[in-house]
């Protein structure tokens, strides 16, 4: 089975943390360098995952 990109495991992991209410309605995602930090991806990683996520409805 191939890897998912990076950008599509970082947006099912904020995805996921919504769905188990780990983030309510109206929380503020960890900024760009905190998800960075974290995940160890790089920024262009973040904002992509970040912009499917807009495009889906979820943040």
């Known amino acids: 089975m191939p890897v998912k990109p990076k950008w599509e ?4 992991h904020i995805r996921g ?3 188990s209410g780990e983030l309510q309605p109206g929380d ?3 900024s760009t ?3 960075t930090t ?5 920024t ?3 904002r992509q995952a970040i912009l ?3 495009t889906q409805g979820w943040v």
């Open 9 to 12: 495991q970082l947006a099912d």
């Open 17 to 19: 943390q919504i769905e």
């Open 28 to 30: 503020r995602l960890p």
């Open 33 to 35: 360098v905190q998800l």
């Open 38 to 42: 974290q995940h160890n991806v790089s």
């Open 44 to 46: 262009t990683v973040v």
């Open 52 to 54: 499917v996520l807009q």
